[in-house]
């Protein structure tokens, strides 16, 4: 049976890109991955993703972008049993499908209503998984979540379309929100920006892009005085890169030789507070 989802303004509908991007991922003979659920949710809706153009390698590049924030999450929640989880902007993701969540733990995922309304739709229920309807722009949204018990934060994608300001303020109310924690997004570096309303795979959202980037991923910490980086995790110099295919592969190496370069593209950054 063919779902119909509701249709998305713009900024909701840049779900499809992290989405699709998963999917066409795990139809690959070696998945970075292996989001099932993601190709399985994409085959059941009435979407037309080869508009979106995404590319084989931007496919594994989004799917790469969210093993690195799975093991972030899933390391934080091995060791703190009874933490809270946050996907912020999760869009129709399911990570906590993809992570063991202990018993005691819970894990939120945030976003607009309607997009929250279609996860009803087509993300199966997950026993200590809730989802939350909110404007991450509004500060009252966090108070629907106990601030008693350490956080995990990640975001996939969702920097690109805030002002650093606004991202910042989001920040703060989180860290102060809780008695400490980790937050994990991927980074856009000002290259990375300027790119992105280039390349076609970013048609989609270049319109709706606000973020200027930065470069340094020390930024973060001018911010707010708890929040401290625990790595840059540049991604071409990550072990997952040996399962591309050949030419992306070692395009990937070459770049992994250079900081610089490395930065310019797929980069993930991991704080603790």
């Avoid at 992290?18 to 085959?43: K, Q, S, W």
């Avoid at 009874?82 to 894990?107: F, N, Q, V, Y």
Wanted: aromatic share 8%; glycine share 6%; hydrophobic share 45%.
């Amino acid at each position: 049976m063919t779902i119909t989802l509701p249709k998305f303004d713009q900024l909701e509908s840049s779900l499809w890109l992290t989405l699709c991007g998963r999917a066409l991922d795990n139809r690959r003979d070696h998945p970075v991955l292996g989001d099932e659920l993601a190709d399985r949710i994409v085959r059941t809706l009435d979407y037309d993703y080869r508009a979106l153009k995404v590319s084989a390698s931007s496919a594994i590049y989004i799917a790469h972008r969210a093993l690195k924030l799975d093991q972030i999450a899933q390391n934080f929640v091995s060791a703190h049993p009874d933490a809270i989880g946050l996907d912020l902007g999760a869009g129709l993701d399911s990570r906590a499908h993809r992570i063991e969540l202990p018993t005691t733990a819970d894990w939120y995922d945030v976003d607009f209503p309607d997009v929250v309304a279609a996860r009803g739709q087509v993300v199966p229920a997950h026993p200590r998984a809730h989802d939350l309807a909110a404007d991450l722009g509004d500060p009252g949204w966090l108070d629907a979540i106990p601030s008693d018990r350490p956080a995990v934060v990640v975001a996939d994608g969702l920097l690109a379309f805030f002002p650093l300001a606004e991202w910042s303020a989001i920040l703060n109310r989180i860290i102060d929100h809780f008695p400490s924690g980790e937050i994990a997004f991927n980074g856009y570096s000002t290259f990375a920006v300027k790119a992105a309303r280039i390349f076609p795979v970013g048609k989609a959202v270049r319109e709706i892009m606000r973020s200027e980037g930065f470069d340094d991923p020390r930024t973060p910490e001018q911010w707010n005085p708890k929040l401290k980086l625990v790595r840059e995790i540049l991604m071409t110099r990550e072990p997952e890169v040996e399962q591309f295919p050949a030419g992306l592969r070692w395009a990937n190496k070459l770049s992994a030789r250079s900081e610089s370069l490395s930065r310019r593209g797929n980069v993930v950054l991991h704080y603790r507070f």
